[in-house]
């Protein structure tokens, strides 16, 4: 071998120190910790909607033809009975009594269940959702392929939704915090906000009456 096909010691000292480099910036960027989520005070004024913003939710939910009635209805209960994605994910029709417009909730997290009464416009969607269902399905709301609605696909309607109506901040746990505030504003007691929601500590329940959004509106009278 002539002496200039001999390698170079020099050259792949370099390539070494070169590779070592790179190798431990490879290393120092898997350990950097991965972007801290941003608090939800950044993102939105406040975790609960007023009604007027529900109604033009409810209104744009219920435009998306096919589904839109189901998806009204969805965003409805989760609304009106404090439901966590979850728990309106896992609802089933053996908890509606529609001979005595009663919904028994089934709470997760280890909260406490509770009956419910149904409205009358939550009992006619649920009628007629159900008379448009396939016959001997279990579950209340069932998405395109015929399974059980998925919190991921209650999520991605409800921001899609909100989206189009002015309300790209809105979340499905905003639609039960939504729920404590309406009672508290309307004056409910906080024991009975307590056993309406399932909390097990009354301080989860205290929140909506201390931040209630009409408690100082006749502080002045």
Known sequence: MSVSTMPSTKNATVATRCLSVVGGTAAESRRQPPPRHRPNRDLREREYLTPAELERLLKAAAMHGRYGARDALAILMTYRHGLRVSELCALRWDQVDFATARLTV??????????????????????KLRRDQEPGCRYVFMNERGAPMAPAGFRKMLKRVGAECGLATVHPHMLRHSCGFALADKGREVREIQDYLGHRQIQNTVRYTRMRPGRFDNIWD
């Not at 089934?106 to 009628?127: Q, V």
């Open 106 to 127: 089934r709470r997760l997290k280890g909260s406490n269940g509770a009956t419910h009464p149904i409205a009358g416009d939550e009992l006619r969607a649920l009628r």
